[in-house]
């Protein structure tokens, strides 16, 4: 089901791209950072990364980003370094105030403690894909630069193994993000 509401929006904006190329109104580029917390993980961490934001008409966009997170499961067992790229469509239904549903991969390392590479756990590298619900407010700060602030809830289901001891027992992958960051008008 969830395919083929991504599939949908896809569609719909390729449609609707030779329409909105005439009026679009704004291409932006920028930074991004952001507080993540996931409800397994040992602590609160950061992200960081960059978005790039077309504004195809007043009340669609669509949104890309590339970033970086890390967070460690089980006292420390499990590292888990991600590099998402995630695409995102938006809505704006006031010039302000945006919502959005996308999808993204999702390249991830499980970095293991070394006690567990001794006893045969590798480390390994694995690509997941996983979509997420935002919704945030993007202001002008001057007519070519934008401030935004979001919340992302984003859907995951990494593949933990299993470690002796019930170390990662119950670890979600499920997380949610604030994030804050500048669009440079292009």
Do not use: C
Not at 141 to 147: E, L, M, Q, R
Not at 156 to 170: H, R, S
């Amino acid at each position: 089901m969830l395919n083929k509401i991504i599939a949908g929006i896809v569609l719909g904006i390729l449609i609707l791209l030779p329409i909105s190329v005439r009026s679009q109104t704004s291409f932006y580029v920028g930074p991004h950072l952001g507080i993540q917390k996931t409800d397994g993980a040992d602590a609160t961490n950061y992200l960081v990364g960059g978005t790039l934001r077309l504004k195809l008409m007043p009340v669609i966009g669509v949104e890309g980003n590339i970033g970086y997170r890390q967070e460690k499961f089980g006292d420390g067992a499990v590292t888990v370094k991600s590099w998402p790229v995630t695409f995102t469509g938006l809505l704006y239904p006031i010039p302000v105030i945006y919502a959005g549903l996308g999808g993204g991969w999702y390249s991830t390392t499980f970095d293991y403690a070394d006690n567990f590479n001794d006893a045969g756990f590798d480390d390994e590298t694995s690509r997941e894909f996983g979509y997420h619900l935002v919704a945030g407010i993007e202001v002008p700060a001057s007519p070519k630069v934008h401030v935004f602030g979001d919340v992302r809830f984003v859907f995951l289901e990494y593949d933990f193994k299993d470690l002796p001891g019930a170390v990662l027992d119950g670890a979600d992958s499920d997380f949610y993000s604030i994030n804050v960051g500048l669009l440079f008008q292009l």
